[in-house]
């Protein structure tokens, strides 16, 4: 699945804090023009007590960091979807041999193009991540290959006037990833493309009660 030969990421890593019994590691991709940093406190909130891994994408649009290339609003290089979720894959793993964390707890935090990799990686590499938390998520590759998701629990939070992803698309996504065996829960939020507090919360009430032995 993989290659030798690793990418290596712009990253931030922050340790479990002292006497934390939590034992997942949290994955935090950013939505265009953010960085490594962008979600270390909503990962915090969302997981307390949990490792963070804050990732870089490395595609540049106009000045801003991205997980892959699009061709337009909406219409993704999906070539290039493919390539980086690999090198994406290929990074976590590297990480969690530098970090000494448990790859079988780890879990996907994306936001916008973000979850949008998240998603991408899971479909392409269904054993990387625990659990995913999508945020503002569209479906990334139009014929997906078959993927077996069943041990993966899925939040996709969405905003009903998100003027981004259009709800049929946020839809099919939820199904996508249901069809592939994941457990998907879909919500919906009285809010454009941006995050909320109620975001936060409600992913943070998802993951404590989709919360697996560590």
Same mark, same amino acid.
């Given at each position: 699945?993989?290659?030798?030969?690793?990418?290596?990421?712009?990253?931030?890593?922050?340790?479990?804090?002292?006497?934390?019994?939590?034992?997942?590691?949290?994955?935090?991709?950013?939505?265009?023009?953010?960085?490594?940093?962008?979600?270390?406190?909503?990962?915090?909130?969302?997981?307390?007590?949990?490792?963070?891994?804050?990732?870089?994408?490395?595609?540049?649009?106009?000045?801003?960091?991205?997980?892959?290339?699009?061709?337009?609003?909406?219409?993704?290089?999906?070539?290039?979807?493919?390539?980086?979720?690999?090198?994406?894959?290929?990074?976590?793993?590297?990480?969690?041999?530098?970090?000494?964390?448990?790859? /079988?707890?780890?879990?996907?935090?994306?936001?916008?193009?973000?979850?949008?990799?998240? /998603?991408?990686?899971?479909?392409?590499?269904?054993?990387?991540?625990?659990?995913?938390?999508?945020?503002?998520?569209?479906?990334?590759?139009?014929?997906?290959?078959?993927?077996?998701?069943?041990?993966l629990c899925v939040l996709v939070s969405e905003g009903e006037l998100d003027p981004i992803v259009p709800r049929a698309n946020a839809e099919r996504l939820a199904a996508m990833l249901s069809?592939?065996?994941?457990?998907?829960?879909?919500?919906?939020?009285?809010?454009?493309?941006?995050?909320?507090? /109620?975001?936060?919360?409600?992913?943070?009430?998802?993951?404590?009660?989709?919360?697996?032995?560590?």
């Amino acid at each position: 699945m993989m290659t030798n030969e690793s990418v290596e990421f712009v990253h931030v890593h922050v340790p479990p804090p002292a006497g934390s019994t939590e034992t997942r590691t949290l994955v935090l991709l950013h939505g265009t023009g953010g960085d490594e940093r962008d979600l270390l406190n909503v990962g915090a909130t969302v997981v307390p007590g949990a490792r963070l891994l804050g990732i870089r994408g490395q595609v540049l649009e106009g000045g801003m960091p991205r997980f892959f290339r699009r061709l337009a609003e909406g219409v993704f290089d999906e070539a290039d979807i493919i390539r980086r979720a690999r090198d994406l894959v290929g990074f976590i793993a590297v990480a969690a041999q530098r970090y000494g964390f448990n790859r /079988s707890q780890v879990v996907a935090l994306g936001y916008s193009n973000g979850a949008n990799i998240a /998603s991408a990686a899971m479909l392409l590499h269904p054993q990387v991540f625990q659990a995913a938390v999508l945020l503002r998520a569209m479906v990334p590759l139009q014929t997906p290959p078959l993927a077996d998701l069943s041990n993966l629990c899925v939040l996709v939070s969405e905003g009903e006037l998100d003027p981004i992803v259009p709800r049929a698309n946020a839809e099919r996504l939820a199904a996508m990833l249901s069809t592939a065996g994941a457990k998907v829960s879909l919500r919906w939020e009285p809010a454009g493309h941006a995050l909320t507090v /109620s975001d936060v919360e409600a992913a943070r009430t998802w993951m404590a009660a989709n919360r697996e032995p560590g």
